[in-house]
C-alpha cells in the first residue's frame, strides 16, 4: 500500500506566499525612501531659513553701523550729511519728529513718546517696510552715501536696511543740567531684511556721540 506525503505544499501555493512577501518588502522600502525624502527636503528647507536669518541679522547690522556715521558726520565727503542735527550739546530736537519724520533731514528722526498707558514707542509705530518716498525710515546711505547690495540678484537682502533714530534726554544730564542745557542720547532701531522680504531682523542699540 503506497502512502500518501501529507505535509508537501503545491508549486501554486508557494509562489502565492513570495508574490505577498516580495510586496510587503517594496512597501516598506517605498516608506523608507519617502521618509528619506522629506527628512532631507526639511533638512533643506531649515538650513536655507538659517541663511536667509543671519543675512537678514546681519543687514540689520550693517544699518546701526550706517546710523552711527549719519550722527557722527561720517564719511566726511557725503554730500548729504546732517550730523549738525546731532551736535555734541547741541541736539536740534525740533528736527525729531512726532511718529518720526518722513521728509528731508527729518527722515527718520523720532521724538519720544511719553511713556504711559497704551502709548508705544515710536519705533513699534513705523512702518519699516515702506520704501516710498513718504517713509519714516532711513534706507542705509540716505544720508552716508554709503551703498549696499541688495535685489533679487543672487544670495543678499532682498533691499536695504532701514533705520529710526530716538532722541533721549541723557540720564546722566538730565537731572542737573538746566531745560536749555538738555543733552541726548540717541536710540537706534534698525529692520535687515534677507533674500524673501518677509524674512526680517530687528536691531537696536543706544548711542552717545
Same mark, same amino acid.
Given at each position: 500500500m503506497q502512502e500518501k506525503n501529507i505535509f508537501s505544499f503545491s508549486p501554486h501555493s508557494q509562489t502565492g506566499a513570495s508574490l505577498i512577501v516580495v510586496l510587503l518588502i517594496l512597501v516598506v522600502v517605498s516608506i523608507l525612501g519617502i521618509s @528619506? +525624502? $522629506?527628512i532631507s527636503m526639511m533638512g533643506e528647507r531649515s538650513s536655507r531659513n538659517d541663511r536667509? *536669518? $543671519?543675512i537678514a541679522w546681519q543687514s540689520a547690522e550693517a544699518a546701526l553701523i550706517d546710523a552711527e556715521f549719519d550722527i557722527e @558726520?561720517? !564719511? %566726511?565727503? #557725503? &554730500?548729504?550729511?546732517?550730523n *549738525? +542735527? =546731532?551736535s555734541l550739546g547741541k541736539t536740534d530736537i525740533a528736527k525729531f519728529v512726532q511718529n518720526c519724520g518722513n521728509s528731508g533731514q527729518t527722515r527718520g528722526l523720532c521724538t519720544l513718546n511719553a511713556a504711559g498707558t497704551n502709548i508705544k514707542p515710536a519705533w513699534l509705530m513705523v512702518d519699516f517696510t515702506a520704501t516710498g518716498n513718504d517713509a519714516a525710515t532711513t534706507a542705509l546711505g540716505t544720508f552716508t552715501s554709503r551703498? =549696499? !547690495? #541688495? @535685489? #533679487? %540678484? @543672487? +544670495?543678499?537682502p532682498a533691499k536695504p536696511p532701514r533705520y529710526v533714530i530716538e532722541a533721549i534726554s541723557d540720564p546722566d544730564q538730565s537731572r &542737573?543740567?538746566?531745560p536749555t542745557d538738555v543733552k541726548y542720547i540717541y536710540r537706534v532701531t534698525a529692520m535687515g531684511f534677507g533674500p524673501n522680504p518677509e524674512t526680517q531682523a530687528v536691531m537696536q542699540m543706544l548711542y552717545r556721540n
Open positions: @528619506g +525624502i $522629506q536667509d *536669518n $543671519q @558726520g561720517l !564719511p %566726511a565727503t #557725503s &554730500t548729504a550729511r546732517r *549738525n +542735527i =546731532f551703498t =549696499f !547690495p #541688495s @535685489g #533679487s %540678484a @543672487g +544670495i543678499q &542737573t543740567a538746566k
